[in-house]
C-alpha cells in the first residue's frame, strides 16, 4: 500500500511526480488493497476505529479514480479533499499529458492572504 496509515493526504504526496497513466494504475492498486483491508475488518472493540478509518480511506480512494476516469467532482470528496488534487492535475498540465481545461474543475484558484 503507497498509504499504510490510510491517509489520503499522504496518499496524494506519493502520487506526486508521477504521470497521469501511473497515477491511474497506482490509484487503482490502492483501491483494491483498500478494499480488501475493509473486507478484512474485525469485531475487536479496539479496532473498530483503524476499520472505520480504512472504509473510509477506501473510498477516498475510490473517488479519486471516479475523479480520473470521470472529470467530475466526487460528492463523497470535501471541497478540501478535492482542492488537494488540484497540484497533481497542475503538474501533468505542465506536462502536457493533460490539457488546461481540466484545471476549471476546480474553481478559481483562491490566494491566501499575505501577512
Known sequence: M????YSF???LKKLEGRSYFETLKLADEEAQAANVAVRGRSI????????????TYADQVGALLFFLW????PFSLTDEQFQDIR???QRWVDAKELL???LELFGPRIKKPSR
Open 100 to 102: 488546461p481545461g481540466v
Open 2 to 5: 503507497l498509504s499504510p496509515n
Open 9 to 11: 493526504y499522504e496518499l
Open 87 to 89: 497540484p497533481l492535475c
Open 70 to 73: 470521470n472529470w467530475k467532482k
Open 44 to 55: 475487536d472493540r479496539a479496532k473498530r476505529a483503524q476499520d472505520s478509518n480504512r472504509a
